[in-house]
């Protein structure tokens, strides 16, 4: 048996479990996904059992358990953060400090405790790795690149916020680090959270948020709440915020600054919010271009490897390829802590001498980030037959010409195909599916089918081969975490034909894909691999094929507030709530309107808002 | 644990603490230098990792 490395991320935000044989990974899932509870913290028993499940091994067969940060480390700095604080922060204190003492500190114990309790053997040495060491690992080793500059740009883990590595073979080697409680991950969740949405999940709400808006704010952050140096090394001024001292991010000193209270979440968006968050990411893209030129200069790589919470920023990734600081960006698909659980492992992985095999092949080692649970036909009938549903089975070519002709037709499809995506996005395994083309899509997905904001733009997934044609992008985007400028030759005004302000901008329709087209006619670009999904690229071929356009409109398959969908049940369940026309479920096909009624009217209300 | 139990730590260890040792150093480095070329903690000649025992446990 090879040997096998089990990486964990839990009891902070989005847990996760991770198996690698080899050093290379070969299973990996969000606990979300299993308990449908989105960004669960609890320890990842799900995703545990399904990754041993899929080599049918055991706790004993494992050669090491790897947790993502530092346990002591990091409650050295939640002492002297009470202390720093002191005497406002009793509110966070009396929170916090009972779970440090009864179990945080002691987190290996406590995690064996937890493994031992999954009834799969006895567990093994449990091993932790800094918070960042976690994130640059899994950013650098399953990289293509046989060498290459890392960045790992977070909230916080232990102390670090920001950290530079230079990655050369299985190694790697820490070159600069900046510390709490100056975070740049920290700044973008206290403008998330002024603009009336959630942190830690709400960042990327702001992010689609800053084209409507103008960066007015710009020089009055750069004043008081930050001051940025050459090599992109910041500090915040503390007496802005309030994260060292409770549970809210902002309180009167932001109040005073931009000239009013923080937005109620769900409340009408207005002028400010759209430019403060059009302020906070350019303040964002320069840090993080500044920290890209210094990470060339220390190890003179070509090539940046990028992970953390702030490389989900697609945005600044797109504009960090641009500057052309680095020839080539590779950015982990669960940049987020999830991808903690895959650093960690590997981090001991090459330690122990596991080689980088992938590497000079041209690919990375992430599978296309398919690395979740599949579920044969026969799971899939199971599953309908029990729910009652009215399916087709189908060949795979009659499948792809009936969705094919579907969406053509302006349907709204459901994507159930092969292993789940490990990370936050859909790519073409538990995705929504929809024509570009269509002015009225974004809306209507928008609206109808997601239950989200009419603000939020969609995402294109495109051919690789014709990837030139449709998008402004230098490089691959497999991730969809690059934003890139829709082609001129498909757009079909220019910027300065618009008077529109706000969210008026949304009815203007502005390229040929204009679903898929943002108010600053960029786009979140997913570019399709046949290595990497192959039904999905013949998918993306008829479509092309049938209508000359090679780009679908590609969005994650859950309504607001829920986790991606994991199964067959969760599926179906989130068709029937929604109204989309069809579901391709393996090679199953179903129409919504040849479904039986379905009764599950206080849905939402079970849903939290995110 | 008792809310006045924590509150009297935090009140009469934690808050005398930490006032006092900001008067000498604040543990958050919380100062702006405007001067200064940079705030980077810049780890010269570090090698890579390999002590991956160091913290380790045996679980249970």
Same mark, same amino acid.
Do not use: E, N, Y
């Given at each position: 048996m090879p040997e096998l490395i089990l990486g964990l991320s839990a009891h902070y935000h989005d847990s996760a479990a991770t198996l690698l044989a080899d050093g290379v990974p070969i299973a990996a899932a969000q606990q979300e996904r299993f308990s449908r509870r989105r960004h669960d913290s609890d320890f990842p028993a799900d995703a545990i059992r399904y990754c041993l499940d899929e080599v049918g091994a055991?706790? @004993?067969?494992?050669?090491a358990v790897a947790y993502y940060e530092d346990p002591a480390l990091k409650f050295r700095r939640v002492l002297a953060t009470y202390l720093g604080a002191a005497p406002h922060a009793f509110g966070t204190f009396r929170h916090t400090l009972p779970p440090w003492l009864s179990w945080k500190l002691a987190m290996t114990r406590h995690l064996g405790r937890q493994l031992a309790r999954l009834d799969l053997g006895d567990p093994p040495q449990i091993v932790v790795r800094r918070h960042h060491e976690s994130h640059a690992a899994s950013a650098f080793f399953p990289s293509p690149y046989e060498s290459a500059a890392v960045l790992a740009i977070d909230g916080v883990g232990e102390w670090a916020t920001t950290t530079m590595w230079h990655g050369v073979g299985n190694q790697l080697r820490q070159l600069a680090e900046l510390r709490f409680p100056h975070s740049l991950g920290l700044l973008y969740s206290a403008f998330t959270y002024y603009c009336g949405f959630k942190v830690d999940s709400g960042e990327y709400k702001l992010m689609g948020l800053a084209p409507y808006g103008t960066p007015r704010y710009t020089d009055v952050i750069r004043e008081r709440l930050i001051d940025i140096k050459k090599d992109g090394s910041f500090r915040l001024n503390l007496r802005w915020f309030e994260f060292l001292r409770g549970q809210a991010m902002t309180g009167r000193g932001f109040e005073r600054l931009f000239g009013g209270p923080r937005r109620v979440p769900e409340a009408p968006l207005t002028e400010r919010e759209f430019d403060l968050a059009a302020s906070v990411q350019s303040i964002t893209e320069e840090v993080v271009l500044r920290l890209a030129r210094t990470a060339r200069r220390l190890t003179g790589e070509p090539r940046l490897c990028l992970a953390g919470g702030v490389a989900l920023n697609c945005v600044a990734n797109g504009k960090l390829l641009d500057a052309g600081t680095f020839e080539e960006v590779w950015v982990q698909p669960a940049a987020g802590d999830a991808g903690g659980s895959l650093g960690a492992a590997l981090a001991v992985a090459m330690s122990r001498?596991? /080689? /980088?095999?992938?590497?000079? #092949? !041209? /690919?990375?080692?992430?599978? !296309?980030?398919?690395?979740g649970p599949a579920y044969d036909d026969t799971d899939i009938r199971s599953t309908l037959d029990r729910r009652g549903a009215v399916y087709r089975v189908l060949d795979e070519a009659t499948l792809i010409d009936q969705v094919v002709a579907a969406l053509a037709a302006g349907k709204v499809v459901g994507w159930f195909q092969c292993r789940m995506e490990f990370g @936050? /996005?859909?790519? !073409?395994?538990r995705s929504i599916l929809a024509d570009p083309r269509d002015p009225r899509m974004q809306s209507a997905l928008n609206l109808k089918i997601k239950f989200r904001e009419s603000f939020r733009p969609f995402a294109p997934s495109v051919l690789a081969e014709d990837a030139e044609a449709y998008f402004e992008l230098a490089q691959s985007s497999p991730y969809m975490l690059l934003v890139a400028k829709v082609s001129p030759a498909l757009r079909t005004r220019s910027d300065s034909t618009s008077h529109a302000t706000g969210l008026d901008l949304l009815r203007i329709t502005r390229s040929t894909i204009p679903a898929v087209t943002h108010v600053d006619f960029t786009a979140r670009v997913q570019t399709v691999h046949p290595e990497n999904n192959p039904i999905y690229h013949r998918l993306l071929t008829a479509f092309k094929e049938a #209508? =000359?356009? =090679?780009v679908l409109v590609n969005t994650s398959f859950n309504v607001r507030g829920e986790p991606i969908v994991c199964s067959p049940d969760d599926a179906y369940t989130c068709f029937m709530r929604t109204r989309m026309d069809l579901l391709a479920l393996g090679g199953h096909l179903l129409e919504k309107s040849a479904q039986p009624p379905y009764q599950d009217d206080d849905w939402r209300a079970l849903i939290p808002m995110d | 644990m008792s809310t006045a139990l924590l509150a009297l730590a935090y009140y009469f260890i934690v808050t005398p603490v930490g006032l006092l040792s900001r008067i000498v150093h604040d543990p958050l480095r919380r100062g702006w230098n405007r001067r200064a070329s940079t705030y980077m903690h810049y780890l010269a000649n570090r090698s890579p990792r390999t002590d991956h025992g160091a913290s380790a446990q045996k679980g249970v």
């Open positions: 055991k706790l @004993p067969d494992l050669s001498g596991a /080689r /980088r095999v992938h590497v000079g #092949t !041209g /690919r990375d080692a992430m599978s !296309g980030a398919l690395l @936050p /996005r859909a790519l !073409g395994a #209508t =000359s356009c =090679s | -």
